[in-house]
C-alpha cells in the first residue's frame, strides 16, 4: 500500500539537491559574478520552501507524479533571477532525482531518514552561509526543521518503509547516469544503482525464509541466483552535498567539525556542571577522611558522578533520535 506522507519527505530532498546543484554550476562559471551568484541561490530557497508551499506540501496525499513535481522545479527555474529552458531543466531534474532515489536506497529505519534530514539541511546551511544574502533564508530553514519534526515524530519503522517503497516504486524507471554516483562508484554504468549488501536490517540479496503462522519460527529456507555482479559493498555518504569541488570540500569540513566540537562540548559542560559543583565543595573535607582514589586518578565520588550521568543517558529508548528530534525544534 501506498504512502499518503511522502510527499513532504521527498519535495524537501529533491529541493536540496536541486540547490546544491545549481550552487555549483553557477559558482564554475566564470562569467556569473558571485554576487549574481548569491542572489539566484537565495531567490530559489524562498521559492522552493516558502510557508504557502510547504503549506501544500505538508498535507496527506497521494504522491505527486514526477511530471508535478518537475513542473513546480520549472517555475522556480523562471524567476526574474534565474532563466532555465525546459531541456536544462529535465536534465537537471533526472540528475537531481538519481541523486535522492541513491540517498533513499541506503536508508533503512526511521532514525536513517531523519538523518538523512539533518545532514542534507546542515549542507544547504553550509551553502547559503556562503552567501551574502544567506541570512534572508535561515528562518525559512527553522520553520522547515520544525514542520519536518511534527510531520514524521511519530513515524513507525513500519510507515517508514511504505514511505520508502512509494518513493523507489515512483522511480524505478529512472536510470540516467550521473557523474557523481558513477565516480563514487555507487551506480553502474547502465544507470541502475548498487543496492547496499551489508549492514543492519539488511540480510544477503537470494536468501529466502518461510515461516509458520506465528512469524517466528523459521520452517524452511532456500537459496536462489541472483545478478550479483551489479552488486557491491559501498558506504554512501547519506545526505552530503555530492556537487562540491575538491577545494570546496576541503573548506567546508573544518568550519562543519568546529560547529560539532563545540556543540558536543557546550553539551558536555551542561551535563557535567552540577556534579563538578558539588564535587568541589566536597573535596576537601573527603579526601580527609578518604584519601583512597578511583582508577585513573579520579576521587570515589567523581566516579560515582560519572556512572550516575552514563546511566540516566542509557534510560532513553533511543537517546540519538531524541537528541536529534530535539535539535529541529518544536
Not at 529541493?15 to 562559471?29: H, K, P, Q
Not at 545532514?119 to 519536518?148: C, I, N, P, W, Y
Not at 578511583?294 to 567523581?302: K, M, N, Y
Amino acid at each position: 500500500m501506498s504512502s499518503r506522507r511522502a510527499t513532504p519527505f521527498l519535495y524537501v530532498n529533491l529541493g536540496c539537491e536541486y540547490l546544491f546543484l545549481l550552487d555549483s554550476r553557477l559558482r564554475s562559471m566564470p562569467d556569473v559574478p558571485a554576487k549574481k551568484a548569491d542572489e539566484v541561490i537565495v531567490d530559489c530557497a524562498i521559492a522552493l520552501f516558502e510557508e504557502n508551499v510547504l503549506e501544500k506540501i505538508f498535507t496527506e496525499q497521494s504522491l505527486f507524479e514526477s511530471d508535478e513535481i518537475q513542473r513546480i522545479f520549472s517555475l522556480v527555474g523562471r524567476s526574474p533571477s534565474l532563466r532555465i529552458d525546459e531541456t536544462n531543466m529535465a536534465k537537471i531534474f533526472q540528475i537531481i532525482c538519481m541523486v535522492t532515489k541513491a540517498n533513499i536506497l541506503y536508508l533503512r529505519k526511521p532514525l536513517d531518514m531523519f538523518k538523512f534530514f539533518d545532514k542534507h539541511m546542515s549542507e544547504l546551511s553550509a551553502v547559503l552561509e556562503k552567501t551574502s544574502l544567506g541570512e534572508e533564508v535561515q528562518d525559512t530553514l527553522v520553520d522547515m526543521r520544525k514542520r519536518f519534526r511534527r510531520w514524521y515524530l511519530d513515524i513507525t519503522p513500519g510507515a517508514f518503509q511504505r514511505i520508502r517503497m512509494t518513493i523507489l516504486t515512483r522511480m524505478y524507471l529512472m536510470h540516467s547516469p550521473v557523474s557523481v554516483l558513477l565516480d563514487s562508484k555507487i551506480q553502474h554504468e547502465s544507470g541502475c544503482l548498487h543496492a547496499p549488501t551489508s549492514g543492519e536490517s539488511i540480510e544477503l540479496l537470494g536468501e529466502a525464509k518461510v515461516y509458520s503462522r506465528d512469524n517466528k519460527t523459521i520452517l524452511t529456507g532456500y537459496s536462489v541466483s541472483v545478478a550479483g555482479r551489479n552488486i557491491v559493498d559501498k558506504e554512501f555518504p547519506v545526505g552530503t552535498n555530492l556537487f562540491l569541488s575538491d577545494s570546496e570540500k576541503a573548506s567546508t569540513v573544518v568550519p562543519v567539525l568546529r560547529r560539532i566540537a563545540n556543540s558536543l562540548q557546550s553539551k558536555v559542560s551542561r551535563r557535567s556542571a552540577p556534579y563538578e559543583e558539588g564535587a568541589r565543595k566536597d573535596r576537601s573535607t573527603k579526601l580527609r577522611s578518604d584519601p583512597v582514589r578511583a582508577e585513573g586518578g579520579r576521587t570515589r565520588l567523581e566516579a560515582d558522578s560519572r556512572t550516575r550521568g552514563t546511566g540516566e543517558q542509557e534510560e532513553h529508548e533511543d537517546p540519538e533520535l531524541q537528541e536529534l528530534l530535539e535539535s529541529f525544534g518544536t
